[in-house]
């Protein structure tokens, strides 16, 4: 009688063990396989949202046009021979139903990912990185972006190998690449909310933001476009 009551108990505990395992590796494997999906939308679909404009042409799309920014007001500056515009796009401009305002680089750690825009939808942040406040990408300003630290190598996880110093390079929805270069790194509580609101003395600025390995606490990456 005890060898069959000791018997249920270990194969309870088995299934229990392997339930349990199964359940991380699901949750792993998802975590690895949205953040594969995107560095696979920036290398298949990204740089076909934007087209350049040619040396001395004025691109400027028509109204309702995907380059089209809020109230009606174009983005980027067309008559820029570097600049880009949006072409009139379906899904481009896109990502799993959400909206692309931009791309991240953070070479440094290999790491590239999609910005989304969280008026979206707040759950983006479950699919890529995800900018929570401040003006338009490559603005004067300081734009936050945050995104998830699984503690797995995904996503923001790898911030913490970030140093000042480093560069990161942004890339926005006119095709404007940036440059930039990280200047304060730390940790604070999560009832700290200094780093949004932060004075830039009018530079173009940007905060990555996760948190640490515990969860207790955030780590902050600013960084300040070159000049």
């Known amino acids: 009688m005890y060898n069959k009551v000791l018997t249920g108990i270990l194969v309870v ?33 990204f740089d076909s949202i934007v087209v350049p404009v040619d040396e001395g042409e ?16 174009v983005e980027g500056n067309v008559t820029n021979p570097d600049a880009y ?44 990185i995800l900018k929570i406040y401040g003006p338009n990408l490559n603005t004067v300003g300081n734009v936050v972006i945050a995104g998830h630290n699984y503690n797995n190598g995904t996503f923001f996880s790898r911030n913490k190998n970030l140093q000042v110093g480093d560069k990161l390079y942004i890339t926005d929805m006119t095709g404007t690449r940036k440059e930039y270069t990280i200047f304060n790194k730390y940790y604070t509580p999560e009832s700290d909310n200094s780093y949004i609101n932060r004075t830039t003395d009018d530079k173009v600025e940007v905060t990555l933001y996760t948190c640490d390995a515990t969860g207790d606490n955030r780590l902050i990456i600013c960084a300040r476009a070159d000049e």
């Open 58 to 73: 004025t691109n400027e799309p028509e109204p309702g046009d995907a380059g089209e920014g809020e109230n009606g007001t």
């Open 13 to 45: 505990l088995l299934i229990a063990i392997i339930g349990a395992l199964g359940y991380l590796g699901y949750g792993y494997f998802s975590k690895y396989k949205n953040e594969k999906d995107a560095e696979k939308f920036l290398k298949d679909e």
């Open 85 to 128: 515009t949006v072409p009139n796009a379906t899904n481009s401009g896109y990502y799993k139903g959400f909206r692309v305002i931009g791309k991240l680089e953070m070479p440094t750690i290999n790491k590239q990912f999609p910005i989304l825009d969280e008026s979206t939808n707040a759950k983006a942040i479950e699919i890529s």
